[in-house]
């Protein structure tokens, strides 16, 4: 790796080090990289409960922001240096990631342990995350998206929301409460694969865009692609939060719970974040729609293990005490049922103390989940898998790229006509080497 | 006699060089086996996410550079970004210097104040500006201006360009002023003090007796500035990440994106060879005309 190592150097790249510096000690001893959100410091807090119960297997946790941790993991796997026996990878890596052999296949350690209980994931999820009717990797925490929106501020006009909006119904309720000092709607315009495109991807979706077809074509000049993209970009300007091409998940978490936005369309785990007037005051509604229905994207944090970890029994020890039922039930009893993670099991929304912290998001959190198609995301059909994002390996440097484009829009720099015409051609690059 | 009085002469060298060998095996060790592995990959097709592509290219990674429209970009963005950034910082600090060799109040903090920016971890100090600074919603600037109706200016996304430019002349405007101050600080007030005698105004003395003795301390610290400014990776990834679009793409940000998001190895080398041997070019040429300057300067 030395060369990337130069790299970096020539590019006086002084970004974030090494990360963690690999196993060591006792035979025993496993890491995990973990991405870097509130269930995983929850799981950090509880891994004295797995020390107590299995005292031969320590446990090492390095948390990274997502970003660095998709480097860093790509990286440890492409080049197969065994740093890290377990990592948090996303829907996007484990269909990809099975193909290449760098993850194990985990189904065979499933099958080892009765009260793992598989069918009990919810099947979305499960599906998702499976290569060949074989799981690899096990769900840590599962989300779909919704909107979110202040009861008491939209009621203030008049306004009240049904749980299917279409985005018109949105985009008219977000004019009409938007204000100088409260902005009408906060939708992600920060650039990145994950960040921007998540939300605009399911509006594209539901207008019946789609970035191939069948046969690898870009398809991002066509209207229906051009239609969302335009819609998506008006909204944020006529009736969105101030600095949007900085906002991302957390920016708009600030705003909504600060109460300087009114509603907000994001992924599902945000309602366990809110408190306040936020909290108290809250309307959930199922993704808007157009054409397509169940719009809402699909997306998990799960455990997979590398293939070339050297202590994979200590790594699936650990994977499933963190993914089964008890660990759901510890959750709930050590730190409050609202930090249970969630998407992920169906019998979590079964348990009665959940439902009542959960309360209104629970069921939309659910709903959206089991209605979200990861191979049927638009209207038409399309030769990749995912529904905010395609399944292929070159789609983070497509969608940073194309994202960037957006955000130029947004910014004022250029017209949705140039950032599409841009967009068209680096999309069609890619597909050309799917099509041979 | 001869034979043994070279080698007891090579013996001598060897025994004089010898405690130096650890550190020259340590930087050819760091420094040149990466650079001709890089060199190496430059010349291969290797995607990181492609099991099984690494294979020889030739020169098709050298080729590609020169007909993708994002390197052009990101060319124009480093010239540019250098030449604002190299160009404002001597003249603010130039003025800075001049003030701090005045006899003026408070001299000792102001000069400790306005070396702060520089002192500041790179990273820490783009986010202070981004978050703190500049944000739309909550930062300072915004507010100071919301009399002047520019309260939701979205600065970092509207104005990318400039708002990297005001952060890295921020950083190097003390670096210039530290450098400049020691010319000014070697000056002969005497002579300063004749000119007055003779009848020279303020400005002509500025013009004709310090500006020449401060020119080399000038270029040397704009010579200095630029070899770091090409390379500015840590505010750009804070405040931009490059964008919006490529608008703030420069060569160092450019060759993460395609080491690290696109994890093609081998275009990437290909663009750091490229960005080295530009460097050294720009860096060999302005070495020269310096020393050029500095001879004339010795003749007169």
Redo the contacts between chains.
């Keep these: 790796m ?14 974030s080090g090494a990360g963690g510096t690999g196993g060591g000690g006792g035979s025993k001893t496993i890491t995990l990289a973990a991405v870097d959100n509130p269930q995983m410091a929850d799981l950090k807090t509880l891994v004295s409960d797995f020390q107590s119960k299995h005292s031969d297997i320590t446990v090492k946790i390095v948390t990274l922001p997502e970003d660095q941790l998709r ?1 860093q993991v ?2 440890d796997v ?2 197969n240096s065994g740093r890290y026996d377990l990592f948090t990878i996303g829907t996007y890596e484990v269909p ?1 990631w099975a193909k ?3 993850i194990e296949n985990l189904s065979p350690y499933i099958a080892k342990d009765s009260s793992y209980d598989a069918n009990d994931l919810i099947p979305g999820i499960r599906g998702a995350l499976s290569y060949q009717n074989n799981l690899y990797a096990v769900p840590f925490y599962g989300e779909s998206s919704m909107l979110m929106y202040r009861k008491d501020m939209l009621s203030a006009k008049g306004i009240t929301l049904s749980d299917h909006p279409t985005w018109d119904q949105v985009a008219a309720a977000a004019k009409a409460v938007h204000t100088s000092s409260v902005s009408g709607i906060c939708l992600r315009g920060l ?2 694969w994950g960040e921007q495109l998540a939300p605009l991807d399911t509006v594209v979706n539901t207008y019946g865009g789609r970035w191939f077809d069948e046969k690898w074509n870009a398809q991002l000049t066509q209207p229906e692609f051009k239609a969302a993209v335009s819609f998506y970009i008006n909204l944020i300007k006529t009736a969105g ?6 906002a991302g998940f957390t920016e708009c978490l600030n ?1 909504y719970n600060s109460g ?1 936005v009114a509603m907000w369309y994001d992924a599902t785990v945000a309602a366990s974040n809110f408190t306040g007037a936020a909290a108290a005051n809250s309307g959930y509604a199922f993704a808007p729609h157009v054409v397509k229905d169940w719009s809402g994207w699909l997306w998990a944090w799960a455990l997979g293990m590398p293939s070339s970890s050297k202590k994979k029994d200590a790594a699936w020890t650990f994977a499933d005490w963190a993914t089964n039922k008890e660990y759901i039930k510890l959750v709930g009893q050590k730190l409050g049922w609202a930090h249970v993670p969630p998407g992920t099991r169906t019998s979590t929304y079964s348990i009665p103390e959940y439902q009542q912290a959960a309360g209104a998001f629970a069921q939309v959190t659910l709903d959206s989940i089991a209605h979200a198609d990861v191979t049927h995301p638009t209207v038409q059909p399309v030769p990749y898998v995912g529904v905010q994002y395609v399944d292929i ?2 789609f ?2 497509l969608g ?1 790229q194309v994202s ?2 957006f ?2 829009v ?5 017209t949705v006509d140039q ?1 599409i015409a ?1 967009a068209q051609s680096l999309a069609t690059a890619v597909g050309k080497k799917y099509q041979t | 006699m001869r034979a043994t009085a070279a080698s007891a002469l090579g013996r001598e060298a060897w025994a004089r060089r010898l405690p130096l060998l650890p550190a020259f095996i340590y930087v050819f060790l760091v420094t040149q ?3 001709v ?2 060199i ?2 430059s010349f291969f097709s290797w ?5 099984g592509s690494f294979h020889f290219a030739g020169l098709e990674n050298y080729g590609s550079i020169f007909t993708n429209e994002s390197i052009r970009i990101a060319v124009w963005n480093t010239v540019l970004l250098t030449i604002s950034v190299i160009g404002i910082s001597v003249v603010l600090g130039l003025a800075v210097a001049m003030i701090l060799n005045s006899e003026v109040f408070g001299k000792g903090l102001m000069r400790t104040l306005m070396i702060a920016p520089f002192l500041i971890m ?1 990273t820490a100090g783009a986010l202070i500006w ?1 978050d703190t600074l500049l ?3 909550f930062g300072l600037l915004p507010y100071l201006l919301t009399p002047f109706g520019l309260g ?1 200016v ?1 600065w ?3 104005y ?1 360009m400039v708002t990297v430019v005001t952060v890295e002349v921020w950083r190097w405007t003390p670096f210039m002023m530290l450098i400049i101050l020691a010319g000014l600080q070697s000056q002969n007030p005497e002579v300063l003090e004749a000119a007055r005698v003779d009848g020279a105004n303020a400005v002509q003395s500025f013009r004709r007796i310090t500006l020449p003795l401060v020119r080399p301390f000038i270029e040397l610290g704009a010579l200095l500035g630029s070899l ?1 400014v090409v ?4 505010s750009i ?1 804070m405040l931009t ?7 703030t793409t420069n ?3 450019l ?3 395609v ?5 093609s ?1 081998g275009e ?2 290909a663009i ?1 060879v490229v ?2 041997i530009i460097t050294t070019i720009v860096a060999t040429l302005a070495l020269r005309t310096l020393f050029s300057i500095f001879q004339i300067e010795a003749r007169r």
């Design positions: 030395t060369g990337i190592g130069l790299i970096v150097a020539l590019a006086g790249a002084a970004c480097q790509t990286q492409a080049a990809l290449k052999g760098w650039p990145g939060e101030p600095g949007a091409g900085n705003a300087k390996d070159e983070q440097q940073d960037q484009e955000a130029k947004i910014a004022g720099g250029q950032a841009r | 086996i990466p650079f592995l890089t190496y990959y995607n990181l996410l492609k099991p790179p981004k944000n739309p919603l939701r979205d970092v996304n509207q990318p770091f390379q500015t990776f840590d990834f990440f490059g964008g919006p679009g490529e608008d060569i160092p940000f060759l993460y994106l080491a690290f998001q696109g994890f190895i990437a080398s750091g960005a080295v």
